[in-house]
């Protein structure tokens, strides 16, 4: 099975702040990575797909980046809607595999 | 409007068999893949299963023993079973959608969630 890693565990920004959560595949995933946001109680929204192709309805302010192993989600300016756990998951070869999650917070 | 919703019981005994459903409205199952995955109370995502627009499936090796997952194309209803369920299968269960969104199958639209305890 494909391992991802995902880091950090837990991020504490501050309003308008830039971060980046990286997620390294244990193989190449052809860039067949998206991005996930879970707010608290609720289920999981996709915000990036393809590792950079930014889904319909995302601010712009999410983006992402990466190709072979590595890959990031940026968010250019944290806002209080951004807090959440968010996660990353490959798509190349079943089982598909999500990386552990980073919960954001807002400082 | 693409909607799914899971449905089964909210607790089940250990040593049980879990059944859950997932309707769904705004696409067609004959067209579209749906994917299960499920969350332990305040823990991360794992995939379960898919079913393919086809009719085929895959599973997660890890529970491949103990699951199955078919539908009902004529209800817009995919159904999971897991057997031997056991405390650590207590979580969040996920219907989603699968996609072709750009070159490749992307989980665009996910279900509310059901919610599953597994205790006497």
């Known amino acids: 099975d494909i391992q991802m890693t995902q880091s950090p565990p837990s991020l504490s920004a501050s309003l308008g702040e830039t971060v980046s959560i990286e997620c390294r595949a244990s193989?190449?995933?052809?860039?067949?990575l998206a991005w996930y946001q879970q707010k608290s109680g609720k289920s999981p929204q996709l915000l990036i797909y393809?590792?950079?192709s930014l889904q319909d309805g995302v601010p712009s302010r999410f983006s992402g980046s990466g190709s072979g192993t590595q890959y990031s989600l940026k968010i250019s300016g944290m806002q209080p809607e951004d807090e959440g756990v968010y996660y990353c998951?490959?798509?190349?070869?079943?089982?598909?595999?999500f990386g552990a999650g980073t919960k954001l917070e807002l400082k | 409007q693409v909607q799914l919703k899971e449905s089964g019981p909210g607790l089940v005994q250990p040593s049980q068999t879990l059944s859950l459903t997932c309707t769904v409205s705004?696409?067609?199952?004959?067209?579209?893949?749906v994917h299960w995955v499920r969350q332990p109370p305040g823990k991360g995502l794992e995939w379960m299963g898919r079913?393919?627009?086809?009719?085929?499936?895959s599973y997660n090796s890890a529970l491949k023993s103990r699951l199955s997952i078919s539908r009902d194309t004529s209800k817009n209803q995919v159904f999971l079973k897991m057997n031997s369920l056991q405390t650590d299968d207590t979580g969040t269960y996920y219907c989603?959608?699968?996609?072709?969104?750009?070159?490749?199958?992307?989980?665009?639209?996910w279900g509310q969630g059901a919610s599953v305890t597994v205790s006497s």
């Open positions: 079913m393919r627009y086809n009719g085929d499936t």
């Open positions: 193989e190449d995933i052809y860039s067949n």
């Open positions: 989603t959608r699968d996609n072709l969104l750009g070159y490749n199958y992307v989980m665009d639209a």
């Open positions: 705004g696409f067609s199952l004959t067209s579209y893949n």
């Open positions: 393809y590792a950079s």
């Open positions: 998951l490959q798509g190349s070869k079943y089982p598909y595999t």
